[in-house]
Every structure is written in C-alpha cells, then in structure tokens.
C-alpha cells in the first residue's frame, strides 16, 4: 500500500478558492500517475483531474478552467487548486496513485476509478451560498 495523506480541505464560500495537497511517502513519487477525484452522499466516485509522470494532465469537463492538478517531485506532493467553488463542488475530495509495474514512470492520465490502486482518505470540501 502506497500511504497518501490529504489535507487542505474546509469550508469556503461560492466563489471562493481551495488548494488541496497530498502528501507520499516510501515510493518513488515520480513513478507514479497521480489524480483528485470527489464523492458526495449517494453518488459515485468522480474523477477530477489526473497527471503523470511526464505531467501530462487531464480534467473532467466540470473541473476543466477552474481547477489545476500539479506535483511536485522534491516533496512527493500533489496539489489541487481549485478556484470559483460552487456548492455543487461539495464532497469528500481523495488523491488517488497508480503506476505501470517495472517501468519506472505512468504515462496514463485516466479518470476511472478502477485505474487506481492507492487511495487516501479524504479530506471535506464544503462550499456555501
């Protein structure tokens, strides 16, 4: 199990702007694809954006202009900075990890659950009118 660890999450109001961060430990962070997806009561599982190891990156059509994965290798960190927050955005935000076994790099930059190995737990984004 790869250990991943979010924070940054709270409560803002629409309009407002959020950074999430998810830390890694104990693997090479670089080897990885790396990606934010969102849950809210009763609905699935979303993807949000996704970057690998060439940061090449991918957004939902919902996040795409207002949201910006990014990584930085030296901190084995992930972030999510998300800005023009709606109350629709409110839910349990993870990070989630996955590579391509004995290559030493992930080049997928896909959105789908079932893609993803390593998950965190979550940190609560709540946005209010």
């Known amino acids: 199990q790869v250990p991943l660890v979010e924070s940054g999450g709270g409560s803002v109001q629409t309009g407002g702007s959020l950074r999430l961060s998810c830390a890694a430990s104990?693997?090479?962070?670089?080897?990885?694809?790396m990606a934010w997806f969102r849950q809210s009561p009763g609905k699935e599982r979303e993807g949000i954006a996704a970057?690998?190891?060439?940061?090449?990156?991918s957004y939902s059509d919902y996040a795409r202009g207002r949201f910006t994965i990014s990584q930085d290798n030296r901190k084995n960190t992930l972030y999510l900075q998300m800005n023009g927050l709606k109350p629709e955005d409110t839910a349990m935000y993870y990070c989630?990890?996955?590579?391509?076994?004995?290559?030493?790099?992930?080049?997928?930059?896909?959105?789908?659950?079932?893609?993803?190995?390593?998950w965190g737990q979550g940190t609560q984004v709540t946005v209010s009118s």
């Open positions: 989630a990890a996955t590579t391509t076994s004995g290559t030493g790099a992930c080049y997928l930059t896909t959105l789908r659950r079932a893609d993803y190995d390593h």
């Open positions: 104990g693997y090479t962070f670089s080897a990885y694809c």
């Open positions: 970057i690998n190891s060439a940061n090449t990156r």
